[in-house]
């Protein structure tokens, strides 16, 4: 493709080689089941209407704009639905996870089962044939842990490294519930590096709600600032403790592009190298944290723009990012049917990177490398 000739979302979808969705969720009947039977948020209620509404994020039910949750059709949890969404959107294969919220809002008792539960049903729908040879389609998994339980979330990685469906797990930034750089969490890391199982890390509870102030602005704030904010802080606290010091091989994958943490890598150097105590904390030297840290981990695509997914390219390399849809969210306000908008946004980021080579890694090539995929 020449310089002058600006690509498109149909060239993007045309290149060769697969497009594979590392970025996309599904709420499974076991954890709607669970939802449902729940008084508070999270949770699913039957509303006056007669439609289920699913209210999860902090503070949702508080918000007047947001209080009765969103509608929750079978685009978030029916397999048919996912498989025709891929087949508009000319998507090979889906890694397909857990919806948030994740299990780190429940006791080990029930956490431990239940992430069991999911699990195996996971690796059930992931393991049927798809379509026929002329339109398969592929379907593997990540799994989700009982963090609040460490032991548990040891033994359901040692489970999930068993099921050949299943490619690592996705999970939240709480942990067990002082957060990923919490000393006590750290047997989960040496588990998943020692499985090869890589962590896909995903944000829930954004910031501190009182940092939106008192004006309704439904999701706005939490989704667009405190969903990427709180994975940046996470995996700033990650590599400032030396996890990835003492954890090299570890996979670790981070939703929407990272956050803002490639964009503030100037930052993050220069203050880690300008505090002794930090800087004599970490293996690497001061002014290797972007260069070093930033460019051992993996990162999806959900940017919408690609202003950002080029930078993100250029700091960490294209090899290191893969193509996101975060389905079922941010459907067209028409309905699920027909192309999403948002969808066509990210592919249209992935026609902005220019690069050939770019474009077909981060569609899918990178991801089958990445994850193991048979594509």
Request: charged share 25%; net charge negative; glycine share 8%.
């Amino acid at each position: 493709m020449s310089p002058s000739t600006r690509a498109t979302v149909a060239d993007v979808q045309l290149l060769s080689g697969p497009t594979v969705d590392v970025h996309t969720h599904v709420y499974l009947p076991s954890y709607i089941d669970y939802l449902r039977s729940r008084k508070e948020v999270p949770r699913i209620f039957r509303a006056e209407s007669g439609e289920d509404r699913l209210v999860i994020l902090p503070g949702e039910d508080k918000d007047s704009s947001t209080a009765k949750g969103r509608p929750i059709g079978k685009e978030y949890y029916d397999v048919d639905t996912k498989l025709e969404f891929m087949d508009v959107h000319k998507i090979d294969a889906s890694v397909i996870s857990l919806a948030n919220p994740w299990l780190d809002f429940m006791d080990p008792s029930t956490a431990s089962p239940l992430a069991a539960q999911i699990n195996s049903d996971l690796q059930s729908i992931c393991a049927k044939d798809y379509g026929d040879d002329g339109a398969k389609k592929v379907l593997y998994g990540l799994g989700c842990l009982p963090t609040t339980s460490v032991e548990g979330s040891v033994k359901a990685l040692e489970h999930l490294a068993e099921m050949d469906r299943m490619r690592g797990v996705l999970m939240g930034t709480y942990g067990k519930g002082k957060g990923l750089d919490d000393p006590e969490f750290e047997p989960v890391f040496a588990k998943a590096e020692e499985l090869g199982l890589p962590i896909f890390i995903h944000p829930h509870y954004g910031i501190p709600s009182e940092m939106y102030g008192d004006m309704p602005n439904g999701h706005v704030m939490s989704l667009a600032l405190g969903f990427p904010f709180e994975t940046t802080i996470s995996i700033t606290r990650i590599i400032l403790a030396g996890v990835l010091d003492r954890y090299p091989k570890l996979k670790l994958i981070l939703a929407h592009s990272g956050g803002v943490a490639p964009y503030l890598v100037g930052r993050l150097d220069s203050c880690v190298k300008h505090d002794r105590h930090i800087s004599q904390r970490l293996k690497k030297p001061p002014s290797e944290v972007s260069p070093i840290y930033l460019k051992s981990l993996y990162y999806d695509a959900v940017s919408y723009n690609p202003a950002p997914l080029r930078s993100l390219c250029d700091l960490v390399g294209s090899d290191r990012v893969m193509f996101g849809t975060d389905n079922p969210f941010f459907p067209p306000l028409e309905g699920i049917s027909g192309r999403w908008e948002s969808v066509d946004t990210n592919y249209g980021a992935i026609a902005g990177l220019e690069n050939v080579d770019w474009m077909k890694g981060v569609k899918g090539t990178n991801a089958a490398r990445i994850l193991d995929l048979h594509v």
